[in-house]
């Protein structure tokens, strides 16, 4: 069965305004896409987490992160959309783990994302 070896940031570009004491609002962008190696022979691919937190005066949060999947052998090894079907509410949801890790890191609260429907 296939499992996650890696979840990694490739940009996390973060920017609030100080002092907000009510909560922010935004209406952000989300998107899934599939990465294969250029050894197409190697069991491993990932699913990539592109998020944009959309317009605000307040906040600014764009970000990406490659979740990696490795399929045990003589699994079948899921390409595409396939791939994102599988595996992109798994993807999402570490990708907003790892995001309130980073921000506690930083001394931030943590973000509410949105449901995926």
Do not use: W
Request: hydrophobic share 45%.
């Amino acid at each position: 069965m296939a499992k996650i070896d890696s979840v990694k940031f490739d940009l996390f570009d973060f920017l609030i305004a100080t002092d907000q004491n009510e909560p922010i609002t935004t209406q952000p962008e989300i998107a899934f896409s599939a990465q294969a190696p250029h050894e197409l022979s190697m069991p491993l691919r990932a699913v990539v987490v592109m998020f944009d937190s959309g317009k605000s005066g307040v906040l600014r949060f764009h970000a990406r992160c490659r979740v990696s999947i490795r399929f045990e052998p003589g699994e079948d090894v899921l390409e595409g959309s396939e791939l994102i079907s599988q595996f992109y509410r798994q993807a999402y949801m570490l990708f907003c783990k790892k995001v309130n890790d980073a921000l506690g890191v930083m001394g931030q609260n943590p973000m509410m994302f949105p449901e995926l429907e």
